[in-house]
């Protein structure tokens, strides 16, 4: 049974690094990137908490984020002739974030994806979420890390800038057990990357499974359907689920399937073929890597644009999701069903469920670490 990565505290204090799997590819950055932060009030909740905008700037990019949901609302990244467009889709008002929403560019937790039924029995006590998905529990429940204002603070780590926030989660919070000390950060590099730090600590063993759910469309946000989009995925397996979207508990060849993304093929391609109601992509591959090194896990190419992306990733898993349940509606931004996709590196879903998928419980002593690096570059 593969194992969860988890550092102890001890290892955490001797400073232990990610080891690199793979390195990004290079990128025409600029030669003398100027590294900039600001910060300007971005509206009040319905209750009254202040929410924050920080503009980030290093490299080609641009990024935007809000401490409400410690959500990414925008990255502007250059095409091939240099333009700058935004490539993520977010709101500009605070209310839309509040409202019902398919959690645009927010940090998930405390369990990103599904457990079934809402329920998990850890050291020989079963515990029973808040169930927002049918029966089932759906990115940590009605009132996830995505509806809650995190604290912020700017952050600098070599040439990388960008914001951290942190949370403690209550024991109990819809329904998990353990008070859990989480922080992510957001930075961006001179060389055009996109760096996403995870931490959480807990006071009691529980259960934990971090995400970010970023809706992309390389050739700009609200730009059409994301068909012509070129996908390739480090897998050769993906993990089947029910109609209702919760895994079998086994894994499955993506060999002479529509699942297969062994190699460049548009996004489009095979989609019609996957099935489900609603089709398309919304499955969980499972990346070669396992061993929590940093390694690449996905490129994604945009044919007209020349905007390429390269994701890496210390996580076992990465769900595609081609923005199936789209409905055009104002909550979703008015995009229709395909015209965004999301790669979102984590454990596989419903694991408390399942014995035979890499453990996702933490416990106390245990310093939960977990990085994605997103590499924007141009193709000519």
């Known amino acids: 049974m593969r194992c969860w990565c988890v550092l102890t505290l001890a290892a955490s204090l001797l400073g232990t690094q990610f080891v690199l799997a793979a390195e990004p590819t290079q990128s025409a950055a600029k030669s003398n990137p100027v590294m900039s932060i600001e910060s300007q009030p971005f509206g009040k909740t319905a209750d009254g908490q202040e929410v924050t905008l920080f503009t980030v700037k290093n490299g080609d990019l641009e990024m935007e984020l809000i401490n409400y949901g410690a959500s990414i609302v925008s990255l502007k990244a250059p095409d091939k002739n240099g333009t700058l467009v935004n490539v993520n889709v977010g709101f500009d008002d605070v209310s839309r974030y509040e409202g019902a929403h398919p959690y645009f560019g927010a940090t998930v937790g405390r369990y990103a994806n599904r457990i079934a039924k809402g329920k998990f029995s850890l050291d020989g006590k079963e515990y029973s979420l808040a169930l927002n998905n049918g029966e089932n529990t759906l990115h940590g429940g009605e009132k996830g890390f995505n509806r809650y204002v995190w604290d912020a603070k700017e952050a600098k ?196 469920n399942q014995p035979n998928f890499p453990t996702t419980t933490l416990k106390p002593g245990e310093k939960f670490q977990s990085k994605t690096v997103h590499k924007f570059s141009v193709e000519k």
């Open 157 to 352: 780590q070599g040439d990388a800038v960008g914001v951290t926030f942190s949370r403690t989660s209550p024991a109990g919070e819809e329904g998990y057990p353990g008070a859990l000390t989480v922080s992510v950060s957001y930075l961006l590099t001179g060389d055009n990357q996109l760096v996403m730090d995870y931490a959480a600590e807990t006071d009691a063993p529980t259960v934990l499974n971090l995400t970010n759910h970023c809706y992309w469309n390389l050739a700009g946000a609200e730009s059409g359907k994301v068909y012509d989009h070129e996908l390739k995925l480090e897998a050769d397996a993906y993990i089947p689920v029910s109609d209702a979207l919760i895994p079998t508990g086994k894994e499955a060849t993506v060999k002479g399937t529509p699942m297969d993304f062994t190699t460049m093929k548009p996004i489009g391609k095979d989609l019609q073929a996957t099935g489900g109601d609603p089709i398309g992509y919304d499955h969980c591959y499972v990346l070669r890597s396992q061993d929590g090194t940093l390694a690449l896990a996905a490129t994604v190419k945009d044919p007209k644009s020349g905007r390429v992306m390269e994701i890496y990733t210390t996580e076992p898993g990465i769900q595609l999701y081609t923005g199936n349940f789209l409905t055009g509606a104002a909550a979703e931004k008015r995009l229709n069903q395909h015209e965004a996709f999301c790669l979102e590196t984590q454990h596989y879903p419903d694991t408390p």
